[in-house]
């Protein structure tokens, strides 16, 4: 079992003769309740590592919600389980007062890439990544960080920082990884009750839809009508955003001239479920 540490000391003790010999880093950081969306970035970071560290931290800083974040599945031990047959070096897993001791004062914030999509109906949640993902790329020292494309603004967002703070880190997309009915893998997921399970696909349904369309030619009023009204039937509630953008800097479009992605954000029995997907 991958030794779990959660002090800062032990994590640079244990860093610090893997940088000295010149090992890779990897680092993968993420909130827990791991699934094979999150295994799969393990296996990437593997696959060009000498060393991997997983990282689990439910970072509040980046809930906008304080139920959402009492919420938030934690699943330490089955977690450290499922990481055994990948032999990483390390689990970090900080508490609260390692990542924010008393008097934290800091926030890195990206702008622009940010206004938009998950920054638009989650006041402060890039903040909160950012600065969480900058402490855990400096705490780790690692070479390469491999992140989801599952989150795209989120891995746009944390290369946007690493390039603009000069922290030498590479920072890898990997894809998202589905269920067979084609619902993205979410730690979420295990808050959606079984009737609300059965109708979550049908937003990656959507999606796929209207990105044929686009192919197709058909411009986003075209066919959001529609997309809208499938998914009010399916039980979604509230639609934060179904829009078009740019693959590179997610300005918004209306028809798919450039390399873009489809995004979306909706509301199921009251769990928040996102997916993008290129168009
Ligand atoms: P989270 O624990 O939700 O913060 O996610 C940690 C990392 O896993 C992020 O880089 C996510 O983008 C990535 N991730 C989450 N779900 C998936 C998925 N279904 N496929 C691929 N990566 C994922």
Known sequence: ?????????????????????????????????????????????????????????VNPKQFNNPE????????EESDARKLERFEVDAIWVPDGDQMYPKGFA????????????CGATRPGHF????????????????DKAFFGEKDYQQLQVVTRMAADLDIPIQVMGCPTIREEDGLAMSSRNLLLSDRARVY????????????????GGAIMSDVLPEALARLETAGFTGVDYLELRAADGLGLLESADVPS???????????????????
């Open 1 to 57: 079992m991958a030794p779990i540490v959660r002090d800062k000391a032990r994590l640079l003790e244990m860093v610090t003769p893997w940088k000295q010999s010149g090992e890779v880093v990897g680092v993968v950081p993420t909130m827990g309740a791991l699934h094979d969306g999150h295994l799969s970035l393990v296996a990437a970071a593997k696959a060009v590592c000498d060393r991997v560290i997983v990282t689990i931290f």
């Open 68 to 75: 959402d974040l009492a919420n938030y599945p934690r699943t």
């Open 106 to 117: 800091t926030t890195v914030s990206v702008s622009d890439l940010t206004d938009c999509l």
């Open 127 to 142: 903040e909160g990544v950012a600065t969480v993902v900058a402490k855990l790329f400096l705490q780790t020292q690692a």
């Open 200 to 215: 979550a696909p049908v937003l990656n349904e959507v999606m796929e839809r209207i990105a044929e369309a686009l192919r």
């Open 261 to 279: 992605r489809l995004f979306a954000a909706s509301w199921l029995a009251g769990v928040r479920l996102i997916d993008n997907i290129a168009v």
